[in-house]
T-cell receptor, first 112, second 110 residues
Framework: NAGVTQTPKFQVLKTGQSMTLQCAQD?????MSWYRQDPGMGLRLIHY???????DQGEVPNGYNVSRSTTEDFPLRLLSAAPSQTSVYFC???????????FGPGTRLTVT | QQPVQSPQAVILREGEDAVINCSSS?????VHWYRQKHGEAPVFLMI?????EQKGHEKISASFNEKKQQSSLYLTASQLSYSGTYFC???????????FGAGTILRVKS
C-alpha cells in the first residue's frame, strides 16, 4: 500500500493564481482531512470529509475549496492564492474520526 | 480554542523521563497525540476518549482528566528516537474536528 500520497511536493505560486493540491489514499478510509502547518501554530484544519460526497469546513476554510467524488481522492483547491497561504499542507486519512490518522508527506507551498 | 501545551520545549538526556501536558478551557470528548520529526509528517501516538478508552501504541503512556480538561503524555526512559515535536489535538464539541496545540519540542541528547 502507498498509504496517503500528495502532489506536488513543492509549489511556488504568484498572488492571484489558482491551483489544486492532490491527495489520494489506498486504505479505503472514509475520513479525510486537510491541514496547514505554520511555524508556532501547530496543525490547523482547513476542510474535512466523512465520505464521498460529504465535506465540511474546519478552522481555517477561507480561500480553499474541496470536493470528494471518490473514497480515494480529496483534492484541495486554492481559488486565488495569497501570500498568507504560504504554508506546508498535509492531507490525512483515517478509518473514522476517532481513529489513527495517516498523514501524507506534505506539500510546501510558497505564494509570492 | 487552541489547547495549551506545556512545556514549549524540553531537553533531556537519554534515559530521562518527561511529561508533556495539554489543557483546554472547554470540555473535551477526546485527545489525540502525534509526534512529528523535522521535515516529516506527523505520526500517530495515542487517542484518549471520554470514558476512559485509549487507543495507541503500547510503549506510550498518557492520561486524560476529563474534569480538569487536561491530558498528559508520559515519556519514560527516553531514547534519541523520541526527539521531535509533540502535538495534542482536542475534540472540543462532539464531532469531526480536531484543534491542535502549538506543539512541544522535545530533544533527547546522548
Amino acid at each position: 500500500n502507498a498509504g496517503v500520497t500528495q502532489t506536488p511536493k513543492f509549489q511556488v505560486l504568484k498572488t492571484g493564481q489558482s491551483m489544486t493540491l492532490q491527495c489520494a489514499q489506498d486504505m479505503n478510509h472514509e475520513y479525510m482531512s486537510w491541514y496547514r502547518q505554520d511555524p508556532g501554530m501547530g496543525l490547523r484544519l482547513i476542510h474535512y470529509s466523512v465520505g464521498a460526497g460529504i465535506t465540511d469546513q474546519g478552522e481555517v476554510p477561507n480561500g480553499y475549496n474541496v470536493s470528494r467524488s471518490t473514497t480515494e481522492d480529496f483534492p484541495l483547491r486554492l481559488l486565488s492564492a495569497a501570500p498568507s497561504q504560504t504554508s506546508v499542507y498535509f492531507c490525512a486519512s483515517s478509518s473514522g474520526f476517532r481513529g489513527e490518522q495517516y498523514f501524507g508527506p506534505g506539500t510546501r507551498l510558497t505564494v509570492t | 480554542q487552541q489547547p495549551v501545551q506545556s512545556p514549549q520545549a524540553v531537553i533531556l538526556r537519554e534515559g530521562e523521563d518527561a511529561v508533556i501536558n495539554c489543557s483546554s478551557s472547554k470540555a473535551l470528548y477526546s485527545v489525540h497525540w502525534y509526534r512529528q520529526k523535522h521535515g516529516e509528517a506527523p505520526v500517530f501516538l495515542m487517542i484518549l476518549l471520554k470514558g476512559g478508552e485509549q487507543k495507541g501504541h503500547e510503549k506510550i503512556s498518557a492520561s486524560f482528566n476529563e474534569k480538569k480538561q487536561q491530558s498528559s503524555l508520559y515519556l519514560t526512559a527516553s531514547q534519541l528516537s523520541y526527539s521531535g515535536t509533540y502535538f495534542c489535538g482536542t475534540e472540543l464539541g462532539y464531532g469531526n474536528k480536531l484543534v491542535f496545540g502549538a506543539g512541544t519540542i522535545l530533544r533527547v541528547k546522548s
